[in-house]
């Protein structure tokens, strides 16, 4: 029997599911549709997938704070919203035709993206998991990826670029049009780290 594949979500369920991330029923620490992107981006590429009851508490916030659902009936909508986008995430990055693309916020003023949140939600991402994540951090070549990425994140950091005379809109801009082909990346990365790490079938000779 083959399972016929969920949907993505659709625009007016993506808002449904902004909306809530950022109504009075969360905390302040509850990501937003952008973070949560880039939250689930670092689990689905990285070298280990935790169970989503050990992720999803880290969407409401680090301090733990649960939402005040109205219901269980919302609470397994917005639970079913968020793992749905996570499945769809997999889907784009392993999908027949692979097509990442980052769910990032515009500035319309200047037409450019802004990309702050989403690397925020890829670096708590990471966090999940960080020994498993320390290859990555020790291989120049990934590192070099990595680091706009939490560049981007980090508050120090971006201070650091502005008193060098950085554009910080141009940056994020710029890396937001680079993340497509960052994340695939890094998603080989761990893939052929995986399969070497795998134990072969030995073979008998006749």
């Not at 902004?18 to 689905?44: K, N």
């Not at 680090?62 to 919302?74: M, N, R, V």
């Not at 990471?126 to 939490?150: G, H, K, N, V, Y």
Request: some cysteine.
């Amino acid at each position: 029997m083959k399972f016929k594949p969920e949907p993505p979500l659709s625009e007016v369920e993506l808002d449904e599911l902004a909306d809530f991330l950022e109504s009075d029923a969360t905390g302040d620490e509850c990501m937003d549709l952008s973070m949560l992107h880039g939250f689930l981006t670092a689990i689905r590429v990285g070298p280990r997938e935790p169970e989503p009851a050990a992720w999803l508490a880290q969407v409401w916030g680090e301090d733990g704070q649960a939402p005040k659902f109205a219901s269980a009936a919302q609470q397994t909508r917005i639970e079913d919203l968020i793992l749905r986008y996570y499945n769809q995430l997999g889907d784009e990055l392993v999908g027949e035709t692979p097509g990442f693309t980052p769910l990032v916020y515009v500035d319309e003023t200047a037409g450019t993206d802004i990309v702050q949140q989403w690397c925020y939600g890829f670096m708590l991402g990471t966090a999940m998991s960080p020994e498993a994540w320390q290859p990555a951090m020790d291989d120049e070549e990934i590192a070099q990826l990595l680091a706009p990425i939490f560049d981007c994140a980090d508050d120090e950091a971006r201070e650091a670029m502005v008193a060098d005379g950085e554009n910080l809109a141009e940056f994020e801009h710029e890396l937001a049009a680079a993340l497509p082909d960052i994340v695939p990346i890094l998603r080989a990365f761990w893939l052929a780290r995986l399969e070497a790490a795998a134990p072969r079938t030995a073979r008998r000779r006749h």
